[in-house]
Every structure is written in C-alpha cells, then in structure tokens.
C-alpha cells in the first residue's frame, strides 16, 4: 500500500472513530415510569441515573435538560444534582393513569436556551432567600431568634403571611403568646434532659454552622445545612444535617420536603416524653379554629379542630381566610418515620408540630414511654413534606397529595 494511500486510510479511520465517539457522547438515558397501584397528578419523580451515565456523557447541574415521551407535548423540565458521585434527576409528572407506563427520553436544550429559574435559593448576609417565579416565599433565619434557625415569613403567592408575624414583628391584633412559636422550625423539649424549645435562661440552642450546598433549577429550589445543638454551658450535644428543597406546583401551590439527620456528639442521644416539640409551624390566627375566624384542622383519621391534638396520623391539614382567600397547610409524615404514623402537637389556638416523642403527655403510654435513645456513632433520620395549598382539604386534594408522597411512582432510568 502506498504511503498516501495509507495516510488516506488514516484519516478516514480517524473520522469515523470520531464519529462513533461523537454518537456516543450524545446517547441520553430513558426514564420509564409506571403507577401499578395509582393514578398521579403532579407527582415528584426522583431518580438516580445508572453508573453508566459517566462513560457515556457528562451531565452538570448547570445543564439544561428536558424529557420527551413520544405524543406527549410539552417536553418537561428537569433538573440535575448531584449524590455523591452520580447525578439524581427530578421532575414534575404531570398525569399518569393507574396502570399506565410511559417513557420519557432525555434530551438537552439547544445552546442559546435559557431556563427559567422556577425557584432561587440566594444567601443574604447569614440567612436565606427563596424566591418562587421571583416572588419571595420564605426566608431562612440563623441570627435574628435567640436560640434557632427558623423560617420566616412563609407567604403566600400573593405575599400575605401563612405564619404568624409576632414576635419577629411587633404587631396589634394578633395573638402575642408562646413568643418561641417562630415560623417554620425544628426543636424539641428535651433531649438528654436539656429544653431546646423553650427560650430564655437555661436552655439549649441549635446553631446553624454552614450551608453546605443551595441548588436554585427550573424544577426546585433548596439547600443543605449543618447544625449544631449545645447544652447551656455550650457543650455540643449533638449535630444535624437538613436538606430542605422547595418544589412549586403549577396550580400555585408548594412543597417543602424536610430531611434531617441527627447524631449524637459524644455518647448516647435521648429524646423525652414530652408534648413540647418537635417539627411545625405558629400559624397566622386565621388558621386556628379556635380563633372563631374559619380556620380548621382536620387529620388523615378524621379527627377535626381540638380533636386532632395528640393523635397519630398520616397527615394533617390546617386551613382557613387570608386576604379574603382560603390557604392551608398540610404536614406529611413519611412512612419510613420513626413511629409512623407519627403523633401530633396540633393545637386549635395554632400552634401545628408533629411530635413522636410525647406519647404519654398525649395519654398514649407510661411515662417515659416516648423516650428514644440514638445510639453513639448512630443517626436519627426524619423525613417529612409540608404541602402550602389554597383551598381547603378536600379542594387542595390533601389525602391525594399525600398518597403519591408514600406510595410514588415507579422509575428506572436506562442507557
């Protein structure tokens, strides 16, 4: 064979090598999801992509990505993040009969496309902004309680306040009690006997150390922070890691998924026996039945108003007028939880917290019996879903919403 012939062979090799490498680097997984045991509405989908992702194509958080299923208009936005070495992806499914599969394939937007930010998670001096369509929702405090980060205001689409605004603001003509009922927050009453619930002189605090990642994406929002928990002379009880992310749906209403990790600083970490906890809100008096302003509680049970306070249950919702308008707010509590279904601190003068560990301040067992100890070098991890709904329950398709938070979809990503 001669030399030029030879060179020519090369080249063509070369090229088509290429080409191959080319084709490769633009293969894109399919994503199938079926409901084998419900129909779905706006379901959150979530799926870690097979390892084979990485030889096949880089995909960064940055990027902007969309599904497609054939006959199936629009595409959907998705958005990527990363769990530790492979990338997760999370979208909105908007209908799937029961029964029903579908599959999507993945595909990247055009160069000059420009994804609209659905919601943005911004750092402001120590705390946190998140805005949804650019209209401020919440914001994360560290600094301004004495002894916990917390969130507020937590406000509606047109910005009026699902949370009570005392003692953040000082106000008239709103209940002025409990002034450590803050917003949206996280404590508990007693933990290796130390009040981290309370305010004032002898009780502990938690103490936001560091946001560890903020995700702003055409799909959610959120942020990962690390919290530390110190006794009163400052020794450190515990740590926690919170992962919260902030999901819009397209009928206006939002999700808050809620997931913290609690370990144990040095030694055993025990939870008491007590009403006086755990996860919730102080909601705006509007909301609380006993108000006498139209708000009502009502549970996954059936139990409504004063009655729901605790009992277990799936779920509760709590609704009622702002600004001439119905909203509410349901909690989820996952089925993977702890004693799911969990017990709730659900009071009708609108303090609204699910609690697992009050069991016999809720007449539900011995004294002690809600005790639960976290080993040293263990964890305690929590999982929970808040749903900001306009409507009441049954409008806001509450126990719907729910049922697809603990039974999702099913989902395989392949190449």
Known sequence: MRASQS??????????????????????????????????????????LPPAVERHVVLHETDALFLEAPGEKPALPCQIEREGQQPRLTFLLPD????????????????????????????????????????LFARYTTQSGPNKPFFYPILTPEGANITRRWPMEQTTGESHDHPHHRGLWFTHGSVNGIDFWSEGKGTGKTVNKAFQALTSGPVYGGFRAATEWRAPDDRLIATDTRQVAIIPLPN?????????????????????????????????????????????IKTSTGN??????????????????????TYGVAIFDAPDN???????????????????FGLHDFGLGAKGAGDYTVPAG???TLRYRLLFHKGDTIS????????????????????
């Open 338 to 356: 702890l004693r799911h279904p969990q017990t709730w601190h659900a009071r009708d003068y609108g303090l609204f917290c699910v609690n697992p």
């Open 252 to 296: 206006g209403d939002r999700l808050l998924d809620f997931t913290i990790v609690i370990t144990p600083a040095d030694g055993p970490l025990v939870f008491g026996d007590t009403k006086e906890g755990m996860f919730g809100l102080r909601l705006a008096d509007a909301l609380a039945p006993a108000r006498k302003q139209g708000g009502h």
């Open 96 to 135: 799937l009969p029961k029964g029903a599969k579908r599959v999507y394939h993945l595909r990247r937007a055009p160069r000059d496309y420009r994804p609209t930010q659905a919601v943005s998670v911004t750092q402001q001096a120590e705390d946190l902004e998140i805005r949804v369509g650019g209209k």
């Open 396 to 415: 806001a398709g509450v126990a719907e919403q729910y049922a697809q938070f603990a039974d999702p979809p099913q989902v395989e990503a392949k190449w």
């Open 7 to 48: 060179v020519w062979l090369l080249s063509v090799l070369t090229l088509m090598a290429w080409a191959v490498q080319a084709q490769v680097r633009d293969v894109m997984p399919t994503v199938t999801v079926r409901a084998p045991n419900r129909a779905y509405h706006n379901a959150v989908v979530s799926v870690v």
């Open 304 to 325: 409504e108003d004063a009655a729901a306070w605790g009992k277990p249950a799936e779920w509760v919702d709590d609704w009622g007028p702002i600004q001439n308008q």
């Open 378 to 380: 263990k964890s305690l």
